[in-house]
């Protein structure tokens, strides 16, 4: 009997200090993967593992794509990621209240090309994308980011986005079927009228088949 007794406490006491640790102590999940195309990996919490279709990437996950690679998520709010070839993006935030509605979504794209459909939402919230010379601020957008040899260029579909050198502190804002260019140390240039056939390009690598 008090052998019984003191595994239950010892249940309880574990699922309370469980329950008590701060969010960034537990993986939370921020979305799945629904396409994949040639390997690719996923790098969090010491290890590294392939990827297959229906498997969860969780808040500090980094999505590695080699080259000839393509990777497609369908995150937690309903956005949808696609990662090019030759990308690493880490999901650094993603929260979502009861009913899915985003709270705060930040990534970071070290190399590499992405484009994100960021679902609408009817309340305040964050989407943002890191990079190592500025950041792009979002609302309900489909758009592409790319790192480019010091320098993130930003195309914008549908919606705006602001795009932040970390420099200089400075914005421009970017509007449907327009682009922008930020490189290291420097505000960004003005955005300008993007032609037809760069829209096709940056969306034949992201496409995911």
Same mark, same amino acid.
């Given at each position: 009997?008090?052998?019984?007794?003191?595994?239950?406490?010892?249940?309880?006491?574990?699922?309370?200090?469980?329950?008590?640790?701060?969010?960034?102590?537990?993986?939370?999940?921020?979305?799945?993967?629904?396409?994949?195309?040639?390997?690719?990996?996923?790098?969090?919490?010491?290890?590294?593992?392939?990827?297959?279709?229906?498997?969860?990437?969780?808040?500090?996950?980094?999505?590695?794509?080699?080259?000839?690679?393509?990777?497609?998520?369908?995150?937690?709010?309903?956005?949808?990621?696609?990662?090019?070839?030759?990308?690493?993006?880490?999901?650094?935030?993603?929260?979502?209240?009861?009913?899915?509605?985003?709270?705060?979504?930040?990534?970071?794209?070290? #190399?590499?090309?992405?484009?994100? %459909?960021? +679902?609408? *939402?009817?309340? &305040?919230?964050? =989407? !943002?994308?890191?990079? $190592?010379?500025?950041?792009?601020?979002?609302?309900?957008?489909?758009?592409?980011?790319?790192?480019?040899?010091?320098?993130?260029?930003?195309?914008?579909?549908?919606?705006?986005?602001?795009?932040?050198?970390?420099?200089?502190?400075?914005?421009?804002?970017?509007?449907?079927?327009?682009?922008?260019?930020? #490189?290291?140390?420097?505000?960004? %240039?003005? +955005?300008? *009228?993007?032609? &037809?056939?760069? =829209? !096709?390009?940056?969306? $034949?690598?992201?496409?995911?088949?």
């Amino acid at each position: 009997m008090k052998r019984r007794y003191a595994l239950w406490l010892f249940f309880v006491l574990g699922v309370s200090i469980l329950s008590a640790l701060p969010e960034t102590a537990r993986a939370a999940p921020a979305g799945n993967v629904v396409a994949i195309s040639g390997q690719c990996f996923v790098e969090g919490q010491g290890r590294r593992a392939a990827l297959k279709v229906g498997d969860t990437v969780n808040v500090s996950d980094t999505v590695v794509v080699p080259a000839g690679g393509k990777a497609r998520l369908q995150m937690s709010d309903g956005s949808v990621i696609s990662v090019a070839s030759g990308s690493r993006m880490t999901v650094a935030d993603y929260k979502v209240d009861a009913s899915g509605q985003r709270q705060s979504a930040a990534l970071s794209l070290t #190399e590499g090309l992405l484009r994100a %459909v960021v +679902a609408p *939402v009817s309340q &305040p919230s964050v =989407f !943002e994308v890191s990079t $190592a010379v500025g950041t792009a601020a979002v609302r309900s957008t489909d758009w592409f980011i790319e790192i480019q040899q010091g320098a993130a260029q930003v195309g914008v579909l549908t919606g705006s986005v602001a795009l932040t050198s970390n420099a200089t502190n400075r914005s421009v804002v970017i509007p449907a079927r327009w682009g922008a260019r930020l #490189e290291a140390g420097r505000d960004p %240039v003005q +955005a300008r *009228v993007w032609a &037809p056939n760069e =829209f !096709e390009a940056v969306i $034949a690598r992201t496409d995911v088949r």
